[in-house]
């Protein structure tokens, strides 16, 4: 029997639709409009699609979008000075900067310079610190939005063995801690695990973030376990060699034959990212003004 096929894109849009609704009555009710702030720096081309669609995707939910693009030569003390003004704009709740950013400027310098209360990525150490002590954090936005899958999927994790197979500070590590909110069992496993498919195999929450096409074969994979595949790998095309695809961490037509749920790639995780950012801006604006933060919004 194959196993359900968890719909992102579809929750993707349930959640903006969700905060949509909540910026209207924070209109309403006290005057107040979420402000998301997005810098670029430079050309790359995968960084200006994801920006336009961020901007694009936060004005239709209602909110303020600020954009600021700087060229590739940028100092980053010219950088750290735009951050610094943004930190003290009371109309900018969130802020995010597109990684990766260019060579000549220190990545961790510049995340750390956004006040931690706008760092809607959760990437400020502060935040880190906050999530790894159970304590309200900014957290970062994909590990939010296979969390939510996955609660919507199960209801309550409490008790379940999870694995998550990466270790990054984007989403193998903060992944991790949230499910150890939830009550899951975590373990966390990598590319030197011994005997990874064994690890794997005692998942009831399986969780592929290690950035390798198709790593995890289905019989790695525990019947009727939720598989949540965060990789977004593009590989040569197998009909055609002049085209590529869209690939996971997981072979997807051999899991989909032994989990009980799985999400795709391309359609799982991917659209949630955005989502859960502009999920992010609403939860930061309301706690900037004092309001109750939106419910089922937030870890």
């Known amino acids: 029997?194959?196993?359900?096929?968890?719909d992102g894109k579809a929750f993707a849009a349930k959640v903006r639709a969700q905060v949509a609704g909540h910026v209207a009555r924070l209109k309403e009710d006290h005057g107040v409009t979420p402000g998301l702030a997005v810098v670029l720096v430079g050309e790359d081309p995968a960084s200006q699609v994801y920006v336009r669609s961020k901007g694009k995707q936060t004005v239709e939910a209602g909110m303020a979008s600020f954009e600021h693009r700087l060229d590739a030569d940028t100092s980053e003390a010219d950088l750290l000075a735009l951050i610094d003004t943004l930190n003290n704009d009371p109309a900018v709740h969130g802020i995010l900067v597109q990684l990766p950013l260019p060579g000549h400027m220190n990545s961790d310098l510049v995340i750390n310079a956004i006040d931690p209360a706008k760092?809607?990525?959760?990437?400020?150490?502060?935040?880190?610190?906050?999530?790894?002590t159970g304590q309200k954090s900014m957290v970062p936005c994909t590990p939010l939005g296979c969390l939510m899958m996955l609660r919507e999927h199960h209801g309550h994790l409490s008790g379940m063995n999870?694995?998550?197979?990466?270790?990054?500070?984007?989403?193998?590590?903060?992944?991790?801690?949230?499910?150890?909110?939830?009550?899951?069992t975590v373990t966390i496993a990598?590319?030197?695990?011994?005997?990874?498919?064994?690890?794997?195999?005692?998942?009831?929450?399986?969780v592929a973030a290690v950035g390798r096409p198709e790593m995890i074969p289905?019989?790695?994979?525990?019947?009727?376990a939720t598989v949540i595949d965060v990789g977004i790998n593009r590989i040569q095309h197998p009909e055609n060699p002049e085209k590529t695809r869209l690939v996971g961490d997981v072979d997807f037509v051999s899991a989909v034959e032994v989990a009980g749920a799985i999400t795709?790639?391309?359609?799982g995780v991917g659209p949630m990212?955005?989502?859960?950012l502009l999920a992010n801006t609403l939860t930061a604006c309301s706690r900037a003004n004092g309001l109750q933060e939106p419910e089922g919004l937030t870890a």
């Open 1 to 6: 029997m194959s196993a359900t096929i968890i």
């Open 119 to 132: 760092d809607v990525d959760g990437f400020h150490i502060s935040n880190v610190g906050l999530l790894g």
């Open 162 to 184: 999870a694995v998550v197979v990466g270790r990054s500070n984007i989403v193998g590590k903060p992944m991790a801690q949230l499910l150890l909110g939830d009550s899951c």
């Open 190 to 206: 990598h590319s030197r695990t011994r005997d990874l498919a064994a690890v794997c195999r005692g998942a009831d929450i399986l």
């Open 218 to 224: 289905g019989d790695w994979v525990k019947p009727g």
């Open 264 to 267: 795709p790639v391309p359609g």
């Open 273 to 276: 990212t955005i989502a859960c």
